[in-house]
């Protein structure tokens, strides 16, 4: 007889890890990093973060790719707001991550100031192997805490 | 470079109230007036061959008098020319005449010149902000706004700085 013994955190963090659906909030040059780690030649889609929803009620990880400013700034949050549980957000680049270059009137020093934040992939754009890497991190993640369920908090 | 000495010639005569200075530094051809005859000079200018206005722009000279500075660039297909016309506006009137009538183009790059520096064009058939949102108070481009003052929309989660 063939089976194994796992706990249901585990197997769920597997199932949940490997089937991301994201919401990409692409608003400046990152977007072309992003495009390039979602096509065949970097292939997002191996680590079963492929499929693009683009609407956030259908999404798992928000990717915030590119510099927000104050002005879209109740925009994002109202996104992060619609998305379901359980979710994560990813913040890709410098801009979302400090503010980067811009540290002006405009620009939010950081996406931690308006929505809280799980991973954060540095590089001013990063490359694709630097998303990567940031998406597993986010796996790792994902399957060592303990899974939010009906209504059990995580 | 004929024809520019010709065409220099020509607003120093029509415009005598108006004409301040006509120079090239570093080969850009640039008309410096007051700013009264912002609307009168361009139209000239239009009509003389200038038939496309590339930008609007302000420059914040702080401390100094008039304070501000507009800029506006023209082009010319024919002559394959530009020409810079400068008009200085103090702070006290920050007023220039619009030339949307002339440009349609320069509807949004007034509003944008507002927006930054608050300086106003009268006649604009709508002069609202056009980068900034509405509740943003001062003009971020002015030499006197702090550097690093956020205005956000929404409360955040910990402070900037």
């Known amino acids: 007889m063939k089976f194994i013994t796992t706990t249901f955190d585990s197997l769920l963090g597997w199932a949940r890890k490997y089937s991301l659906f994201q919401y990409p909030f692409v608003t400046a040059c990152c977007g072309m990093e992003y495009m390039s780690a979602m096509c065949a030649h970097y292939d997002i889609d191996r680590f079963g973060a492929g499929l693009t929803r683009f609407t956030p009620r259908q999404a798992d990880v928000l990717l915030v790719v590119g510099t927000i400013n104050h002005k879209i700034a109740p925009v994002l949050r109202t996104v992060y707001e619609q998305m379901t549980e359980p979710k994560w957000v990813i913040a890709f680049g410098t801009c979302t991550t400090t503010g980067g270059l811009y540290d002006n009137y ?49 | ?26 080969g850009d051809d640039t008309l410096i007036i007051k700013k009264e005859g912002i609307f009168p000079v361009l139209s000239f200018l239009k009509n003389y061959g200038f038939e496309l206005l590339l930008d609007i722009t302000a420059v914040d000279y702080l401390g100094k008098k008039p304070r501000f500075e507009v800029v506006y660039h023209l082009l010319s297909f024919k002559d394959r020319k530009r020409i810079r016309v400068k008009a200085g506006v103090d702070e006290d009137d920050p007023k220039v005449t619009t030339v949307t009538s002339l440009w349609k183009n320069a509807d949004w790059l007034e509003r944008e010149v507002w927006d930054m520096y608050g300086i106003i064009f009268e006649g ?15 003009h971020p481009l002015r030499k006197d706004y702090p550097f690093r003052k956020r205005q956000p929309r929404i409360e955040l989660l910990y402070p900037e700085d």
């Not at chain 1, 809280?116 to 805490?145: F, H, N, W």
């Not at chain 2, 000495?5 to 120093?12: P, V």
């Not at chain 2, 709508?126 to 108070?137: G, P, Q």
């Open chain 2, 1 to 26: 470079m004929e024809r520019k000495e010709e065409l220099n010639k020509e607003i120093q005569e029509r415009f005598q109230e108006f004409y301040i200075d006509f120079i090239s530094p570093f």
């Open chain 1, 106 to 154: 405009a620009t939010v020093q950081g996406i931690d100031h308006i929505i809280p934040v799980d991973v954060y992939i540095a590089g001013c754009p990063p490359r694709p192997e630097t998303v990567l890497e940031g998406l597993m991190k986010l796996q790792e993640k994902i399957q060592k805490s303990r899974q939010a369920w009906r209504g059990r908090k995580s």
């Open chain 2, 124 to 138: 604009h058939p709508n002069l609202k902000r056009i980068l900034m949102y509405e509740e943003f108070k001062g």
